[in-house]
């Protein structure tokens, strides 16, 4: 064992070739075999159990990229163990998915690769997240994502152009900071106007989220309240996501809406030639950037960074490390805060 750390030395190998052969070191000397497992299996067994813990939209999602480095290896994937695989591997594969697309879906696929990498750096597979330091594809202009939050002006403009569901999605979104999916599958249920409460399971990582309601929130809320506590407080959106298991179409009539009042560039749905494939530019404005706004909202309101993370929803090392727990009074406060903009 000790020539085979001199060999290791003097040859200069990789952690993971080194682990390699110690290893194979191991396995000579005790007859267990403790390798590590192969880039086809862990990848397989990973989807399978995201398929447990997430939204069959975000699962289906998951499987596929793993499905697509799993191609991209090709036969390597399955004797080629997590921990031999390299950012060289990851940036191919990277660069190979960018190909005829949208840069910021080559990045989707790059994080959600990292979340598996990450995972398997939790359970002792691999000793780094290789594909933490592969960076993501930036945008032709130089930059990564141009998106921006929402002035409150600009809100007030799409406020007034909107119909009553649209209206109540963009409060919803400013005041709580959550995604267009979880907000369209809410029903009353979810909803407790004697205490001003709304709580909910995420879609995208079951997370549980309490957050005391926004007297602009509360107040569109009444204007709808009805008898039936199954009912959907977005009619519409809910039967979308229902339907169609995704909020596409969705993000869609936003950005319309948006188009409308001069804040985006109108766009043709129509499938053209290149399809989905083709590449478009990222508008700065999108639903998604209303989470963005009420993070920048509650930050320039004084709210401090882990009671704002709490109430988005948004994970932090920090908190993961202390596992931080933010009582109701203090999300109350911070929500406060919030100018209105409905007035």
């Not at 229902?242 to 409308?260: I, K, N, P, V, Y």
Request: aromatic letters at 6%; proline letters at 3%.
């Amino acid at each position: 064992m000790a020539d085979t750390w001199e060999s290791l030395y003097r040859r200069r190998l990789t952690a993971s070739q080194a682990r390699r052969v110690i290893t194979d070191v191991v396995q000579e000397v005790t007859g267990e075999n403790v390798a590590g497992e192969t880039v086809a299996a862990y990848l397989k067994r990973w989807t399978d159990r995201k398929t447990v813990e997430t939204s069959p939209s975000t699962s289906n999602a998951y499987k596929s990229v793993a499905e697509s480095f799993t191609a991209h290896l090709g036969e390597r994937a399955d004797r080629m163990y997590l921990d031999e695989v390299t950012a060289a591997h990851i940036g191919a594969w990277r660069d190979a998915r960018a190909k005829g697309r949208a840069a910021a879906t080559a990045n989707i696929a790059l994080k959600i690769l990292r979340i598996a990498f990450q995972d398997a750096l939790r359970e002792g597979i691999i000793m780094q997240n290789v594909a933490a330091i592969v960076p993501t594809i930036k945008r032709r202009d130089g930059t990564a994502n141009k998106r921006r939050p929402f002035t409150l002006p600009e809100l007030r403009r799409v406020l007034k152009a909107a119909n009553d569901e649209w209206r109540g999605l963009v409060i919803a979104a400013l005041y709580t900071g959550q995604r267009l999916g979880d907000l369209s599958r809410l029903t009353w249920q979810n909803i407790d106007l004697t205490n001003g409460h709304l709580s909910f399971a995420t879609g995208k990582t079951g997370r549980r989220i309490a957050l005391p309601l926004a007297e602009p929130f509360a107040r569109w809320l009444e204007t709808q309240a009805g008898d039936n506590p199954e009912a959907p407080l977005f009619p519409h959106a809910h039967e979308c996501m229902t339907t169609q298991g995704r909020a596409a179409q969705l993000s869609r009539e936003f950005a319309d809406l948006l188009a409308s009042v001069g804040l985006a560039e109108k766009r043709d749905h129509k499938r053209s030639k290149e399809g989905r494939s083709a590449r478009h530019d990222l508008s700065a404005l999108c639903f998604h950037a209303l989470r963005h706004t009420a993070t920048s909202l509650l930050k320039n309101a004084g709210v401090s960074d882990v009671v704002a993370r709490d109430i988005i929803g948004h994970e932090s090392v920090a908190m993961s490390k202390v596992y931080t727990h933010i009582d109701d009074a203090a999300k109350r406060d911070a929500i406060r805060k919030l100018p209105d903009v409905t007035k």
